[in-house]
């Protein structure tokens, strides 16, 4: 984001949060070079995906499930606001990309945990118990193990 006072390109992020309706959200902004702030409203992006769901049922695509999804896993850990905001506009642009019309909620369900196991892997295994619905230990073992094997590529 571009300084709206002298142009620099780099700006950090003071504060972020939702508006009241939901729809944009509200970025408090520092300008690397002139250290001036500003407010910027960024809407999010329209996506029409229709999520089906597992029991068959079509529901309209929303980050905000996604972000707060992503928070919960998050609870009590190292990771701001920001960064999974970030993850939330990368699975959206990732979902718009696919170019389709219907995606089934496991996919997005997998994107997440892509995100997740990038930013935080305590996170990353609570999504995936969650998500995954663990049943037995074994299973739960083979995706921590699995996230091992990953760390050593
Ligand atoms: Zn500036």
């Known amino acids: 984001m571009k300084c709206h006072f002298c142009g620099a390109e780099d700006t950090k992020v003071i504060d972020s949060r939702p508006t009241e309706d939901g729809t944009s959200i509200r970025r408090r902004r520092e300008c690397i070079e002139c ?3 500003f407010t910027t409203y960024e809407k999010y992006e329209e996506n029409n995906t229709m999520v089906i769901k597992k029991d068959g049922t079509r ?4 980050p905000s499930k996604v972000l ?13 606001m920001d960064i999974l905001e970030d993850a939330v506009s990368r699975i959206e642009r ?7 019309r219907e995606i089934p909620s496991r996919m997005i369900g ?3 945990m892509d995100e997740l196991k990038q930013i935080d892997q305590v996170a990353y295994v609570r999504f995936a118990s969650v998500y995954r619905e663990f049943t037995d230990l074994d299973s739960f073992y083979e995706a921590i193990n699995k996230l091992k094997n990953d760390n050593q590529k």
Do not use: A, D
Request: proline letters at 3%; hydrophobic letters at 35%.
């Open 94 to 100: 990732k979902i718009m990309t696919m170019g389709v």
């Open 68 to 80: 707060s999804g992503m928070v919960k896993s998050c609870e009590k850990r190292p990771v701001s």
């Open 35 to 37: 250290k001036k702030r």
């Open 59 to 62: 529901e309209l695509f929303n």
């Open 110 to 112: 997998e994107c997440i």
